[in-house]
């Protein structure tokens, strides 16, 4: 098989981000991490942070060999599974796990020293803070388009010599899709339940019944709350928008096999050319994060400006060197489909700032709920939730339009049903999600700034830096708050384009197990009565063998099974919250009670028993709500056929979606309408007013930090899990 020789760019992008990536962990490294007690403090976070993800990868492993085991079973038994499917599963949890490990690792070193340096200015503490999340999100793109690529190269010398090579090859590749997919489900679950539990019972006792501040040393859950951060919103986070990232490039690269198979050129230049862009996307976040900078002085907005001038950059960049790269690419219809991209660009902008403005205390919404705290907690909790709900409105119309726009643009705008014109326009949906997603480098580094900030505030609170010292730091926290929940919105958003891709592939890696299945003797009649072999050509027969249409109850039964799952996921993250923070509360109380002189200073909390305590809480309670992800879309194919499970997939990313924007911008608003009130406003710290915000950040906390971000890796998994047991549900047709 000949490969383009500017394929070669990708790999060469991967290594350039690990590059820049092991350059600013070194730099970090190098910067005092401050007093005796700042290293203390520092430590004892690593210590617990180390220690949750050992046990975290222990639960982990058991079910990936399980499932590993399980396709070896499916590929060499069977003969229903492509016999690589085995191994690509296990390298893709593997380096979703690796992308997760090393984020926390240099979150947990440069939180400390965030602290510190911030004691000089506001423009060092940024800094940073700032391109030690880079390293993050450098980490994520890098090592996924080396496995992208790695992948590719390999399967390309197993598979070569016709039309249907590179569709085997690109379907293959999604599942390491899933075995990232898996490990991310695991990662935010489990660091979420972790985070939210320490988080709840360090507020719910330390605030409001001793009224003591928030990150202080005399709470026992303190700590906790610190390790939460950073095995939740940094190392879940960087596990799931890898396999985002990979997801939309995968499912892309599987599109354009199956949509350009009448010519082999082009086919090959469909498969690389959303590696290409992702690959470009790389250099242009490097420029972006370097022209990330603030002035000492700096007010919220100025650091909200100092940040949106870097990604709205490589945003604009990428933008006009898609044009150039499709264009020296060869590609047909290159415009329209450099248009998909944009629309999905686009859709990302328009995604994160409509996030920016419902979560950030600079605007009216977030303004309103720390308003309505005067009348008490509940005014609190209903403005939030309404406030969730209106933020619904913007994101899901613009997807809406950038689907539309995707669709038509990749397909010289042919509202037909051809089956050509079908393939296509689906094509322009993945690769708009690769758009989206192809400036992640610099997108992610501005999500994982903010665990790192909120970390350093919690050191230099429970150092005793000073109230100066504590004001930056809150400054920075507070954009650290707007940050994450703009990356939450943007990793929402992406999974949607992602999750409509991935029900395309779907449909296509049906068509190859049902084409095994007619080599070995197995025929299938369309409506007219004739037998087809199921190819990409055969969309309408496809679509009439299995009665995929709104009439058929399989589908329509699906469908409500796909929407009930997104919410009996969240129900089972909330309990799973409820009871760990339950447990928290009573240990924190007892500390309180039993150990003499922790309120007034003397004597030091049993820090370890809290982390021990939110440790065994995540990993039991994050196992179930996991589960089901994978369980569900097997018995579904297994009991209603290939058209429930169409219908499963569409109820869950249409609820799914919807949902996590709820979730994640109402937890995000409550969690800045209190930052509002610790600035000053309304009575401040103590007041009456805060106490009541409080209880909005509380009941939030779980929304934007367990299940809101949760729900867009559901949605992508339960499509990679049907994708790769399609095998299994056509044997029982």
């Given at each position: 098989?000949?490969?383009?020789?500017v394929?070669w760019?990708?790999?060469?992008?991967?290594?350039?981000?690990?590059l820049?990536?092991?350059?600013?962990?070194?730099?970090?490294?190098?910067?005092d991490?401050?007093t005796?007690?700042?290293?203390?403090?520092?430590e004892?976070?690593?210590?617990?942070?180390?220690?949750?993800?050992?046990?975290?990868?222990?639960?982990?492993?058991?079910?990936?060999?399980?499932?590993?085991?399980?396709?070896a079973?499916?590929?060499?038994?069977?003969?229903?599974?492509?016999?690589?499917?085995?191994?690509?599963f296990?390298?893709?949890?593997?380096f979703?796990?690796l992308?997760?490990?090393f984020g926390?690792?240099?979150?947990?070193?440069?939180s400390?020293?965030?602290?510190?340096?911030a004691?000089?200015?506001?423009?060092?503490?940024?800094?940073?803070?700032f391109?030690s999340?880079?390293?993050?999100g450098?980490?994520?793109?890098g090592?996924?388009?080396?496995?992208i690529?790695?992948?590719?190269?390999?399967?390309?010398?197993?598979y070569?010599?016709s039309?249907?090579s590179l569709?085997?090859?690109?379907?293959t590749?999604?599942?390491?899709?899933?075995?990232?997919?898996?490990?991310a489900?695991?990662?935010?679950?489990?660091?979420?339940?972790?985070t939210?539990?320490?988080?709840?019972g360090?507020?719910?006792?330390?605030?409001?019944?001793?009224?003591?501040?928030?990150?202080?040393?005399?709470?026992?859950?303190t700590?906790?709350?610190?390790?939460g951060?950073?095995?939740?919103?940094?190392a879940?986070?960087g596990?799931?928008?890898?396999?985002?990232?990979c997801?939309?490039i995968?499912s892309?690269?599987a599109?354009?096999?199956?949509?350009?198979?009448?010519?082999?050129?082009m086919?090959?230049?469909?498969v690389?050319?959303?590696?290409?862009i992702?690959?470009?996307g790389?250099?242009?976040?490097?420029?972006?994060?370097?022209?990330v900078?603030?002035?000492?002085n700096?007010?919220?907005?100025?650091?909200?400006?100092?940040l949106?001038t870097?990604?709205?950059?490589?945003?604009?960049?990428?933008?006009?060197s898609?044009f150039?790269t499709?264009?020296f690419?060869g590609?047909?219809?290159w415009?329209?489909?450099?248009?998909?991209?944009i629309?999905?660009?686009a859709?990302?902008v328009?995604i994160g700032?409509s996030t920016?403005?419902?979560?950030?205390q600079a605007?009216?919404?977030?303004?309103?709920i720390?308003?309505?705290?005067q009348?008490?907690?509940?005014?609190v909790?209903?403005?939030?939730?309404?406030?969730?709900?209106?933020?619904?409105?913007i994101?899901?119309?613009?997807?809406?339009?950038?689907?539309?726009?995707?669709?038509?643009?990749?397909?010289?705008?042919d509202?037909?049903?051809r089956?050509?014109s079908?393939?296509?326009?689906?094509?322009?949906?993945?690769?708009?999600?690769?758009?989206?997603?192809?400036?992640?480098?610099?997108?992610?580094a501005t999500?994982?700034?903010?665990?790192?900030?909120?970390?350093?505030?919690?050191?230099?609170?429970?150092?005793?830096?000073?109230?100066?010292?504590?004001?930056?730091?809150?400054?920075?926290?507070?954009?650290?708050?707007?940050?994450?929940?703009?990356g939450?919105?943007f990793?929402?958003g992406?999974a949607?384009?992602?999750?409509?891709?991935?029900?395309?592939?779907?449909?296509?890696?049906?068509?190859?197990?049902?084409?095994?299945?007619?080599?070995?003797g197995?025929q299938?009649?369309d409506?007219a009565?004739n037998?087809?072999?199921p190819?990409?050509?055969?969309?309408?027969?496809?679509?009439?063998?299995f009665?995929?249409?709104?009439?058929n109850?399989k589908?329509?039964?699906?469908t409500?099974?796909?929407a009930?799952?997104?919410?009996?996921?969240?129900?089972l993250t909330?309990?799973?919250?409820?009871?760990?923070a339950?447990?928290m509360?009573?240990?924190?109380?007892?500390?309180?009670?039993?150990?003499?002189?922790?309120?007034?200073g003397?004597?030091?909390?049993?820090?370890?028993?809290?982390?021990?305590?939110s440790?065994r809480?995540?990993?039991k309670?994050?196992?179930?709500?996991?589960l089901?992800?994978?369980?569900?879309?097997i018995?579904?194919?297994?009991?209603?056929?290939?058209?429930?499970v169409?219908g499963?997939l569409?109820?869950?990313l249409?609820?799914?979606?919807?949902?996590a924007?709820?979730?994640?911008?109402?937890?995000?608003?409550w969690?800045?309408?209190?930052?509002?009130?610790?600035?000053g406003n309304?009575g401040?710290?103590?007041?009456?007013?805060?106490?009541a915000a409080i209880?909005?950040?509380?009941?939030?906390?779980p929304?934007?930090d367990?299940?809101?971000?949760?729900?867009?890796?559901?949605?992508?998994l339960?499509?990679?899990?049907?994708?790769?047991?399609?095998?299994?549900?056509?044997?029982?047709i």
């Amino acid at each position: 098989m000949n490969i383009p020789i500017v394929f070669w760019l990708v790999p060469i992008a991967s290594v350039a981000a690990l590059l820049v990536a092991w350059h600013f962990y070194k730099t970090m490294l190098k910067a005092d991490e401050g007093t005796p007690r700042m290293r203390e403090i520092a430590e004892h976070v690593r210590k617990g942070a180390k220690a949750y993800l050992k046990q975290q990868y222990k639960v982990v492993l058991i079910v990936f060999v399980i499932l590993a085991l399980l396709f070896a079973f499916m590929a060499y038994v069977m003969k229903i599974q492509n016999p690589w499917v085995p191994f690509a599963f296990l390298t893709g949890g593997f380096f979703s796990g690796l992308c997760g490990y090393f984020g926390m690792k240099t979150a947990t070193y440069a939180s400390g020293r965030t602290a510190n340096t911030a004691r000089k200015g506001m423009s060092q503490g940024l800094r940073i803070a700032f391109r030690s999340g880079a390293v993050m999100g450098l980490v994520v793109v890098g090592f996924g388009l080396l496995d992208i690529s790695a992948w590719f190269l390999i399967l390309s010398r197993f598979y070569s010599g016709s039309e249907i090579s590179l569709i085997i090859i690109t379907t293959t590749m999604l599942t390491f899709g899933m075995g990232a997919s898996t490990q991310a489900l695991f990662a935010r679950v489990g660091g979420g339940i972790f985070t939210k539990a320490a988080d709840v019972g360090a507020d719910l006792v330390g605030k409001m019944e001793e009224d003591i501040p928030e990150d202080d040393p005399r709470n026992p859950a303190t700590i906790a709350d610190n390790v939460g951060d950073n095995v939740g919103d940094v190392a879940g986070m960087g596990a799931d928008l890898y396999e985002s990232y990979c997801g939309s490039i995968l499912s892309t690269a599987a599109l354009g096999a199956t949509a350009f198979t009448a010519n082999g050129t082009m086919q090959m230049k469909a498969v690389i050319a959303p590696m290409l862009i992702a690959a470009v996307g790389i250099f242009l976040s490097l420029i972006g994060i370097f022209l990330v900078r603030t002035k000492d002085n700096a007010t919220i907005k100025d650091l909200l400006r100092s940040l949106s001038t870097g990604t709205n950059t490589a945003a604009l960049l990428i933008g006009i060197s898609t044009f150039l790269t499709l264009y020296f690419l060869g590609i047909d219809n290159w415009v329209g489909i450099s248009c998909s991209v944009i629309a999905g660009l686009a859709a990302g902008v328009v995604i994160g700032q409509s996030t920016e403005y419902y979560t950030s205390q600079a605007y009216r919404p977030t303004k309103s709920i720390a308003s309505s705290s005067q009348f008490g907690p509940a005014p609190v909790i209903i403005k939030g939730i309404g406030t969730g709900m209106v933020s619904t409105c913007i994101p899901v119309m613009t997807v809406s339009i950038a689907i539309m726009l995707s669709y038509l643009c990749a397909n010289g705008f042919d509202m037909s049903m051809r089956a050509e014109s079908i393939s296509h326009g689906l094509y322009g949906i993945g690769i708009a999600a690769v758009g989206m997603l192809s400036t992640l480098g610099i997108t992610l580094a501005t999500d994982a700034y903010g665990p790192i900030a909120d970390n350093a505030g919690g050191n230099a609170e429970m150092s005793g830096l000073g109230e100066e010292i504590r004001l930056r730091t809150d400054a920075l926290d507070a954009l650290g708050n707007t940050t994450a929940a703009t990356g939450k919105g943007f990793a929402i958003g992406s999974a949607a384009l992602t999750g409509l891709a991935l029900l395309a592939s779907y449909i296509e890696e049906i068509k190859i197990a049902m084409s095994r299945m007619v080599e070995g003797g197995q025929q299938f009649i369309d409506a007219a009565g004739n037998a087809f072999v199921p190819s990409s050509s055969t969309v309408p027969q496809f679509m009439d063998f299995f009665q995929v249409n709104l009439m058929n109850p399989k589908v329509l039964v699906g469908t409500f099974i796909g929407a009930m799952t997104a919410f009996l996921f969240c129900g089972l993250t909330m309990g799973a919250v409820g009871r760990a923070a339950g447990k928290m509360v009573e240990e924190v109380r007892r500390q309180f009670r039993e150990i003499k002189g922790i309120l007034e200073g003397q004597s030091t909390p049993d820090y370890g028993r809290c982390v021990e305590i939110s440790t065994r809480s995540a990993q039991k309670e994050m196992v179930l709500p996991s589960l089901l992800a994978i369980i569900i879309p097997i018995i579904t194919g297994i009991v209603l056929g290939v058209s429930g499970v169409l219908g499963l997939l569409v109820g869950s990313l249409a609820a799914g979606f919807t949902l996590a924007v709820f979730m994640a911008n109402a937890g995000g608003a409550w969690d800045n309408a209190k930052k509002s009130i610790e600035e000053g406003n309304y009575g401040g710290k103590g007041s009456a007013c805060h106490k009541a915000a409080i209880v909005g950040d509380t009941v939030g906390d779980p929304f934007k930090d367990t299940c809101g971000p949760s729900l867009n890796i559901l949605i992508k998994l339960m499509s990679m899990v049907s994708i790769v047991m399609a095998g299994l549900t056509v044997a029982f047709i």
